[in-house]
């Protein structure tokens, strides 16, 4: 358990005295100075709350920026489902000065494969000849392990799941506690952002305040306000067909009403299980240290949606049943244990933005999701999220002059965008790759993993920096940044 997180940013807040309130409240409006010192931090508004915007708004406040978050949410709280970080996504919170203790990781040593069906046929293949083969036998044939203690000595560190309130947790941290170098970031709940002017750095609020800055930063998620206002063309999040139930069990429930699954018992938190119904059915699940709750098991259950995902809710609450009738043919101890869901429970469109640009106009640009919202599959997003918000550090150091924003706005989306489109198309491929054919596959391709997963955000990063005053600001010659980081994608062709 975290010692010093109870989890709610009302609870910290309260102890830091940060909390602005809701927007009920005016709120002073800010000015850009052009008049200023090269020494006057950044005033910059963060519209969202969530991973990405809690991981930028840390990033800037230890340049010393002025950072004010906007989020619609009147409390700021995660759901306790489960999130997989990657080994770069670690990486990454610790180089944002983030403790990996305290998001409470459960290392995964090995991914698990079983049948759905006590008599299903061989339902999973993968080539023999360069990739390790995995099959699930017809009957009750043990489950097939694939094995991930390569990491550490591959990619540095473990995969790891732990709560999404864990690791919110730790970002608001990073944002708010004082604690840490330089005034605390300042959070407004219940603030709506309807859209910003990416030109003049303002942005509207639901109730119709404007209120301007040097910097605007949009991570305000998949159906992102800012990245419509930087670009109405904009294509949105694109429907899937595919939709996923969410839920969690506390272990020890499941150890009483499940004794049968004895990988519970032997207290193998090691890793994931995945129980496939052949191409288009299966329920992904993992242990998970919730702060409040201690362990549980984060199940997702995923499935074909038959409704028109065009005209239907993205997230809707339905009852329990609803799931077990689509699962209505699995094993009956499979079906004890979707049994165990709340009598309602959530039910997910799975959508996913393609490659999108630009990500910035102006003195505004999107990251996190708004800007390269992705599916699950190479448990990226949150781990992208967090690289975008250390590259932004970086290239915003102390002093930077605020004529320089647009510039460096479009130098932060020129280093990013090969990598995260590689990463977005690699995982729209993998989504559409049917299990039984012959293609290489994430989970087990070290070839594809590696550039990935081996990403170390510091040595990586390090050559983008550039002093804090441009060249082009100077009136010298463009020149683009000598950094490892450009021509990316080229260097890894497997990603295309
Ligand atoms: C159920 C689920 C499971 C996932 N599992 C994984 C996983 O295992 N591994 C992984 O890497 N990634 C996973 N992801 C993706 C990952 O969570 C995200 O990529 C990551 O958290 C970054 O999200 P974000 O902060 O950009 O957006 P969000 O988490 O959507 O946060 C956006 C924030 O902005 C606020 N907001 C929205 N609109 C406005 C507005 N107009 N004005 C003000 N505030 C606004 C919202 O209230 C929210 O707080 C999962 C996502 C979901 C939904």
Not at 35 to 52: E, K, N
Not at 66 to 75: H, K, P, Q, R
Not at 92 to 115: D, H, M, T, Y
Not at 135 to 150: A, H, L, T
């Amino acid at each position: 358990m975290s010692a010093r997180d109870d989890g709610s940013l009302q609870g910290r807040a309260e102890v830091l005295g940060l909390f602005l309130g809701s927007c009920g409240n005016t709120l002073p409006a800010l000015t850009i100075s052009f008049m200023t010192s090269s020494s006057d931090p950044l005033r910059v508004a963060v519209v969202g709350g969530g991973i990405a915007g809690l991981a930028v708004s840390a990033a800037l406040r230890q340049q010393g920026h002025v950072v004010e978050i906007f989020e619609a949410s009147d409390t700021n709280n995660e759901p306790g489902f489960g999130i997989a970080i990657p080994p770069n996504g670690i990486k990454a919170l610790e180089a944002l000065q983030g403790q990996r203790g305290n998001i409470l990781p459960v290392e995964w040593k090995q991914v698990q494969f079983e049948s759905s069906h006590r008599t299903s046929d061989l339902v999973y293949y993968i080539d023999t000849e360069q990739y390790q083969a995995v099959f699930v036998y017809r009957g009750d044939k043990p489950p097939v392990s694939f094995n991930m203690e390569y990491y550490p000595s591959a990619f540095g560190q473990y995969l790891a799941g732990c709560s999404r309130i864990s690791l919110h947790s730790e970002l608001k941290h990073l944002a708010f506690s004082d604690q840490h170098e330089h005034p605390p970031c300042i959070i407004h709940l219940s603030c709506f952002t309807l859209s910003c002017d990416p030109d003049q750095g303002t942005i509207t609020l639901k109730d119709g305040q404007k209120l301007q800055f040097d910097l605007v930063i949009g991570a305000d998620g998949i159906k992102s306000r800012i990245r419509r206002s930087i670009n109405p063309t904009l294509p949105g999040p694109s429907a899937t067909g595919i939709c996923a139930f969410r839920f969690t069990i506390g272990k020890t429930k499941l150890l009483e009403c499940l004794p049968e699954l004895e990988w519970i018992k032997k207290d193998e938190l090691a890793g994931p299980r995945v129980l496939l119904g052949g191409r288009s059915r299966n329920i992904f699940m993992y242990a998970i240290n919730c702060p409040e709750r201690g362990e549980v098991f984060s199940v997702t259950v995923r499935c074909k949606d038959k409704r028109d995902q065009t005209i239907s809710k993205w997230r809707v609450d339905v009852p329990r049943e609803t799931m077990l009738t689509l699962f209505h043919d699995f094993d009956t101890k499979w079906q004890k244990l979707l049994n165990l869901a709340p009598p309602v429970i959530s039910l997910w469109q799975l959508r996913a933005l393609e490659p999108i640009q630009p990500w910035s106009r102006g003195k505004t640009c999107i990251l996190g999701d708004a800007a390269h919202a992705m599916f699950q599959n190479l448990d990226q997003g949150a781990a992208q999220s967090l690289e975008d918000a250390l590259l932004l550090r970086t290239l915003l150091p102390p002093g930077t002059p605020k004529s320089a924003i647009p510039e460096i706005l479009k130098r932060f989306e020129n280093i990013r965008q090969p990598r995260v489109h590689s990463i977005q198309k690699l995982s729209i491929k993998q989504l559409l790759l049917p299990v039984t054919v012959k293609n290489p596959n994430y989970l087990r391709s070290p070839e594809l993993q590696t550039p990935i997963m081996g990403y170390d955000v510091v040595n990586e990063l390090s050559p983008c920096q550039f002093s804090s005053i441009p060249e082009e600001i100077e009136g010298r010659k463009t020149v683009a940044p000598a950094s490892s980081c450009d021509g990316w994608a080229e260097q890894n062709p497997v990603l295309h």
